[in-house]
Nanobody, 125 residues
Framework: QSRLVESGGGLVQPGGSLRLSCSTSQFSLHTYAIGWFRQVPGKEREGVSCLTIPNKEKYYADFGEGRYTISRDADKSAVYLQMTGLKIEDTAVYYC??????????????????WGQGTQVTVSS
């Protein structure tokens, strides 16, 4: 059962921006390690960005470096993925995941305790 909820996906033109959100009403996210992942049909899910605990380090996949920004809003118990300069190849279902314990490397999906159901991002002209 998914406990996280993603939102903010949609259709955007190449070069555009989107901000994805991840939240839950069941617990506070600000003490969890958070990961963003994406998957296209026929391919394995891949890590996009992650935020570790307790050091709050941020990591990005090579394809997202300089274009994606992960952030956390402790007050709202939400995590965001700001995506800019979107490319057609960024089209995928994007998932957020949360882990109670630190995960290294956090771009690997193993070790995450909770997942969302995903939000579709489509980049097309």
């Amino acid at each position: 059962q998914s406990r996280l909820v993603e939102s903010g996906g949609g259709l955007v033109q190449p070069g555009g921006s989107l901000r994805l959100s991840c939240s839950t009403s069941q617990f506070s996210l600000h003490t969890y390690a958070i990961g963003w992942f994406r998957q296209v049909p026929g391919k394995e899910r891949e890590g996009v960005s992650c935020l570790t605990i307790p050091n709050k380090e941020k990591y990005y996949a090579d394809f997202g470096e300089g274009r994606y920004t992960i952030s956390r809003d402790a007050d709202k118990s939400a995590v965001y993925l700001q995506m800019t300069g979107l490319k057609i190849e960024d089209t995928a279902v994007y998932y957020c995941a949360a882990a109670v314990a630190p995960i290294y490397p956090c771009l690997s999906e193993g070790g995450y305790d909770y997942w969302g159901q995903g939000t579709q991002v489509t980049v097309s002209s």
